[in-house]
């Protein structure tokens, strides 16, 4: 994952690359790598993207609006959009927290906090799942107490927000830690000299130096949370209507052999996605703007 | 105002930054805090400050002790090394910050501000830059705007942390005397930090020459120059001849040679460092009974004075490779000599300052 300032920087440098004939690949081997990479592009992601529209489509307007406003699939994208509302929010703070303790301060136990944070992706979502089975299940360490007490949490909507918290943590930290050590804590410090209260610092000072990179974050943690299966198929249930996310439905739609209704719901999932990367390609180009002068003249 | 520190101890770790520090800062003078790096003059800085706690030790302000005060209520300017300007906001922005954050009641009308804010711009002589972001200044342009941002919250001291250091030398050259113009002009007391011994020198009323987390030796510029208390302190001010030798009558052996000595108070037989500065030392041709024999290895022309580097047998320093000397001549000493390279000759000192060795 590189870092929202630098993902465009490539581009500048690539064009100082290619004009300068001691560093010119030969014309063969450019053909031969821009080819390979074009045409991977092409068959493995483009084709089933397009795939997922015509066989969506296939049957016609009406089935696949249909799909869409019948009352399962709308309570799944209610549900979808309704964890990514949790999720991010949370995520966006807790990322901030982390990123503001790894960079500001020092303590012991600051590389193992570091290597935790990447702990979600490092681990397969299914066993994301289940750790929150063994601890919040019926038959988990905390199971009989939350019974007693008429709380559920797995199959149930709390099992689905934990999971996606769990699995999408590391976005937005993992995107501002960085970011953060490059900038230091010199401009935090010359705020606090001048009189700045913490919060001053924060809002005025910490905040617009970080903002593009945050945001960076936030849409990378959004997507995931709307398309996690594996951790919140194991915690969900799949009971129809009540815990069935967006990808969750589309399964089972699948499996029931309804192929236009699930790539009906599936596309308005791509169609996400799609936005979300237009949303994402904004952010980058308008923090390689704002990087830009960081870089002496 | 008045600043003494007493008894600074900070430690990092197993890192010993200071090691007992009490220092006075006069009201209104400019100090430099000079020292090779690690010495832990940043940290002294930033302790009075109030950026960095100390272990031990208490820092008073004006006779008031200001240990437990928040750096908010110190009322310090801080210049850091790298300006620390906040890149997202404009040059006025910049300085305007310290008058904006101030709490509701204490803070100035905007019309007050923007006054305020025109003066110090004027005052650095950058007013031109005022709508520019940090990104687009020079160095020297930006270590200004620091200042003037530091100055705008009418601090009562004026704290700088390496301030010409990441400049160029001509720039360097040019905003040391800015600011020792500054300084006369406003008289705040301000205390800087440095590693370059010329620029301590030339811009400081006093110089606290630090080492290894200790003072060695704090006073007016041309005192801590000219009689320099320690061996430390005599071979990092200036450019400096080191000898090792034994301490015989009213002479100094050093290696195959002797040297007079006329102000001495080591012991006779005694172990010995002595410094000699390029300029105290004599070339002595033909002859010659007294002095140390060195070869001439290269005659260097340039400006009013030429120098001469020679280079003395194994074990004349101390160490086992042969050492290396430089003398200091006029041209017309130089053209007396006729030196050529290779020339034995003897190198000897009337001004020899000889500190014990072990407490090098």
């Avoid at chain 2, 100390?54 to 200001?66: E, M, Q, S, T, Y």
């Avoid at chain 2, 803070?107 to 709508?131: C, F, K, N």
């Avoid at chain 2, 500065?277 to 260097?300: D, F, K, M, N």
Wanted: charge should be neutral; include cysteine; aromatic fraction near 8%.
């Amino acid at each position: 994952m590189a870092g929202a300032a630098t993902a465009l920087g490539g581009l500048r440098g690539a064009a100082r690359f290619e004009a300068n004939t001691a560093t010119r690949d030969p014309a063969w081997v450019k053909g031969l790598v821009l080819s390979l990479s074009l045409g991977f592009f092409l068959l493995f992601l483009l084709l089933p993207l397009i795939a997922v529209f015509v066989e969506a489509l296939r049957r016609g307007w009406s089935v696949y609006l249909a799909a869409l406003i019948e009352p399962d699939a709308v309570s799944a994208i209610r549900l979808t959009l309704l964890t990514a509302a949790i999720a991010v929010p949370l995520n966006l703070v807790f990322g901030i927290a982390a990123a503001w303790t790894i960079t500001k301060f020092d303590f012991r136990g600051k590389q193992m906090l570091i290597t935790f944070i990447d702990l979600p992706f490092s681990v397969s979502p299914v066993i994301a799942g289940l750790i929150y089975v063994l601890v919040f299940g019926a038959q988990g360490w905390f199971g009989p107490w939350l019974g007693e007490h008429g709380i559920k949490i797995i199959f149930a909507v709390p099992g689905i927000v934990l999971a996606t918290v769990f699995v999408t943590f590391p976005f937005v930290a993992r995107e501002l830690i960085p970011l953060m050590q490059a900038q230091g804590r010199d401009e935090e410090e010359a705020a606090l000299v001048l009189g700045a209260s913490g919060w001053q610092m924060f809002r005025k000072i910490t905040l617009p130096n970080i903002k593009w990179a945050l945001l960076y974050g936030v849409i990378l943690c959004n997507a995931r949370a709307m398309g996690e299966f594996g951790a919140v198929s194991v915690v969900s249930g799949h009971i129809r209507g009540v815990t069935n996310t967006m990808p969750l439905h589309v399964e089972i739609l699948y499996n029931e052999y309804q192929f236009a209704a699930a790539f009906a719901v599936a596309s308005l999932l791509a169609l996400l996605a799609l936005v979300t990367l237009a949303v994402k390609t904004y952010v980058e180009w308008r923090a390689s703007q704002t990087a830009q002068p960081g870089e002496v003249p | 105002m008045s600043i003494e520190v007493q008894d600074i101890r900070k430690t990092f770790g197993r890192f010993v930054a200071l090691d007992g520090v009490s220092l006075d800062f006069p009201t209104g003078e400019l100090i430099a805090l000079l020292g090779p790096s690690g010495c832990g003059k940043t940290t002294l800085l930033r302790i009075i400050a109030g950026l960095e706690w100390p272990d031990k030790g208490r820092v008073l302000f004006d006779g008031h002790d200001a240990s437990h005060r928040d750096v908010r209520e110190r009322q310090v300017g801080f210049v850091f090394q790298h300006y620390a300007l906040f890149r997202h906001m404009t040059v006025l922005e910049n300085i305007a910050f310290g008058l904006r954050v101030k709490p509701q009641g204490s803070r100035p009308s905007e019309a007050d501000i923007q006054r305020r804010v025109g003066d110090l711009l004027e005052l650095v002589q950058l007013g031109w830059l005022a709508h520019r972001y940090p990104a687009q200044l020079s160095g020297g342009q930006r270590q200004r705007i620091a200042l003037a941002r530091a100055l705008a919250v009418e601090p009562r001291v004026l704290l700088l942390d390496e301030p010409f250091g990441a400049l160029d030398a001509k720039v360097r050259k040019e905003l040391r005397r800015w600011l020792r113009r500054l300084h006369d002009e406003l008289h705040i007391t301000s205390i800087f930090v440095t590693h370059d011994q010329d620029e301590a020198l030339e811009v400081a009323d006093r110089v606290v020459l630090m080492n290894k987390g200790r003072i060695e030796q704090s006073g007016t510029a041309q005192a801590v120059y000219e009689h320099p208390a320690t061996a430390f302190a005599y071979s990092f001010l200036g450019a400096v001849n080191r000898f090792a030798g034994r301490v015989d009558g009213h002479s100094l052996r050093i290696g195959g040679g002797a040297v007079p000595l006329c102000e001495s108070n080591a012991a006779d037989g005694e172990e010995v460092i002595a410094f000699a500065r390029p300029h105290e030392l004599h070339i002595l041709t033909g002859e010659a009974q007294q002095g140390i024999p060195v070869t001439v290895s290269r005659v260097l022309l340039g400006g009013a004075t030429a120098r001469v580097e020679l280079t003395g047998s194994a074990g004349s320093n101390g160490h086992a490779e042969p050492q290396h000397f430089e003398v200091e001549l006029t041209r017309q000493q130089l053209s007396d000599l006729d030196l050529q390279p290779g020339q034995p000759v003897r190198l000897t000192s009337a001004r020899l300052r000889v500190f014990p060795a072990a407490r090098e």
